[in-house]
């Protein structure tokens, strides 16, 4: 076990989700459902330890993989057949989610972001140390989606994005489950 696996249950504070709906603008279809999650300073980083394998390991031990560093994109954009967790392990960001008409916030390190599959997300500025960590559940299929031409065909493949089995922060107890109510 890796030295950030360790001390996983040691670094999670347990912290009421804010959640955020956003409407379709015609661009961006956002989710029909399901709410974006924020979990802000959800992540005790130690400074004995990289931060971004913390956040690798905290999403892996809850079936969220595929992860990789880096930022955000500095455009609009979203993902229409797979959720993505956005976990900030160093810096701060001013990140709009739910595309134009959506809402601006402030994230830094520790802040973890669940985006249900179809919303948007774009970095507007950032602190030149941001470094970001995102993964994936164990089903769905990367895309990247940028233009009004993609609409239409996300409408339809959005909503066949199933739950995942565990919330990336909180696993088989944590509020996603709740809020992602497949009912």
């Given at each position: 076990?890796?030295?950030?696996?360790?001390?996983?249950?040691?670094?999670?504070?347990?912290?009421?989700?804010?959640?955020?709906?956003?409407?379709?603008?015609?661009?961006?279809?956002?989710?029909?459902?399901?709410?974006?999650?924020?979990?802000?300073?959800?992540?005790?980083?130690?400074?004995?330890?990289?931060?971004?394998?913390?956040?690798?390991?905290?999403?892996?031990?809850?079936?969220?993989?595929?992860?990789?560093?880096?930022?955000?994109?500095?455009?609009?954009?979203?993902?229409?057949?797979?959720?993505?967790?956005?976990?900030?392990?160093?810096?701060?960001?001013?990140?709009r989610f739910g595309g134009d008409k959506g809402e601006v916030l402030s994230v830094k390190a520790g802040d973890v972001a669940i985006l249900p599959a179809g919303?948007?997300?774009?970095?507007?500025?950032?602190?030149?140390?941001?470094?970001?960590?995102?993964?994936?559940?164990?089903?769905?299929?990367?895309?990247?989606?940028?233009?009004?031409?993609?609409?239409?065909?996300a409408l339809r493949t959005i909503p066949k994005v199933g739950r995942p089995a565990k919330d990336p922060v909180y696993g088989s107890e944590g509020p996603l489950?709740?809020?992602?109510?497949?009912?």
């Amino acid at each position: 076990m890796s030295k950030a696996a360790g001390k996983v249950a040691q670094i999670v504070n347990q912290r009421k989700p804010l959640t955020f709906r956003f409407a379709d603008d015609g661009l961006v279809p956002n989710h029909p459902r399901w709410p974006m999650i924020v979990y802000p300073g959800a992540v005790e980083l130690p400074g004995d330890v990289d931060p971004a394998s913390v956040f690798e390991a905290l999403f892996g031990s809850n079936g969220w993989d595929g992860s990789w560093r880096n930022g955000i994109f500095n455009y609009v954009h979203y993902h229409s057949r797979i959720h993505e967790v956005l976990g900030i392990a160093r810096g701060t960001a001013e990140v709009r989610f739910g595309g134009d008409k959506g809402e601006v916030l402030s994230v830094k390190a520790g802040d973890v972001a669940i985006l249900p599959a179809g919303t948007g997300h774009q970095r507007l500025s950032s602190s030149a140390d941001l470094l970001v960590v995102g993964a994936y559940p164990p089903f769905g299929t990367y895309d990247l989606c940028t233009s009004a031409e993609q609409h239409e065909e996300a409408l339809r493949t959005i909503p066949k994005v199933g739950r995942p089995a565990k919330d990336p922060v909180y696993g088989s107890e944590g509020p996603l489950l709740i809020a992602w109510s497949e009912d």
